[in-house]
């Protein structure tokens, strides 16, 4: 069926923005996004008209919700666009939020982000991803072709050895501690959507080798605190060299982690 989207949505920026792992371009202008047990494929068509091979029930109850199309990103431009002018900045985040255009913040599944960003450390994305991939074939469940991400029952048991030649090094026992602690209840996934975003962080840095980067893109990417801005080499790098070692992100203020993804995406596409 097709589908019209009038606001800013790209999928080749939304899977390359760094914030999802396991989306993909299975083939030439053909994305797949995976959600628990539901699997979509979708194509642009024209402008603001996209091929999906959902139902229009799956469209509306799971993935509307999913690629956040109930915030308007368009106007967030033009909030960062007038937050910009006149500050000897507005070059670089007028640029970055227009080469941007179309991304938008997922709203994905607490646990995956949680395992995949600790995974993340000290990895590029094609590593986090193949990482990632050996984790989904090992222990999660085979629909069609593809493997899902597995949920807490399927991988709560895998011991240091059965998370080893995954590419995981000094991580496996950060992983560890994660199915522990996420098995155990000490880690409440539920409860944790009614805390405040620092009572939030707090609590995901009880688990090992989770520190304040790591806690805010899962409190960005699954719990949707677009407030928060997590700071990695390359926001670090932005920071000092084009902000004059200003947080515009704290200064921006509800929509940081929309700007964040923004000058991530610019600075790492960029560079490269």
């Known amino acids: 069926m097709e589908i019209r989207i009038e606001d800013d949505f790209d999928l080749k920026k939304i899977i390359d923005s760094g914030q999802c792992f396991r989306p993909k371009e299975t083939s030439e202008g053909v994305f797949r996004f995976i959600v628990g047990e539901n699997i979509l494929h979708i194509r642009e068509r024209g402008e603001n008209l996209f091929e999906i091979?959902?139902?229009a029930e799956d469209w509306e109850?799971?993935?509307?919700?999913?690629?956040?199309?109930?915030?308007?990103?368009s106007a967030i431009r033009r909030d960062v666009e007038n937050f910009a002018a006149g500050k000897p900045y507005e070059k670089i985040l007028c640029d970055a939020v227009e080469f941007g255009k179309g991304i938008r913040i997922l709203r994905q599944d607490p646990f995956e982000m949680l395992i995949s960003f600790i995974i993340s450390q000290r990895k590029n994305i094609p590593a986090i991803r193949g990482s990632i991939e050996k984790i989904c074939a090992k222990f999660g469940r085979r629909v069609g072709k593809v493997y899902l991400f597995p949920r807490i029952e399927e991988f709560s048991s895998a011991t240091l050895d059965d998370l080893a030649?995954?590419?995981l090094a000094y991580?496996?026992?950060y992983i560890k501690d994660a199915l522990e602690k996420v098995a155990?209840?000490?880690?409440?996934?539920?409860?944790?959507?009614?805390?405040?975003?620092?009572?939030?962080?707090?609590?995901?840095k009880l688990i090992n080798g989770v520190g304040d980067k790591i806690a805010n893109c899962v409190a960005l990417f699954a719990y949707h605190r677009v407030?928060?801005?997590p700071v990695d080499v390359w926001i670090k790098r932005a920071i000092d060299e084009d902000f004059y070692g200003?947080?515009?992100?704290?200064?921006?203020?509800?929509?940081?982690?929309?700007?964040?993804?923004?000058?991530?995406?610019?600075?790492?596409?960029?560079?490269?």
């Open 165 to 167: 030649g995954l590419g």
């Open 61 to 73: 109850k799971v993935w509307r919700n999913y690629f956040d199309l109930e915030t308007n990103y």
């Open 184 to 204: 155990s209840g000490a880690i409440d996934f539920v409860e944790l959507e009614s805390f405040s975003d620092k009572d939030l962080i707090e609590e995901l």
């Open 246 to 272: 200003e947080n515009v992100f704290e200064k921006f203020g509800a929509n940081a982690g929309i700007l964040q993804q923004y000058i991530f995406y610019y600075k790492r596409t960029k560079k490269q």
């Open 171 to 173: 991580r496996n026992i």
């Open 53 to 55: 091979d959902c139902s």
């Open 227 to 229: 407030n928060r801005a």
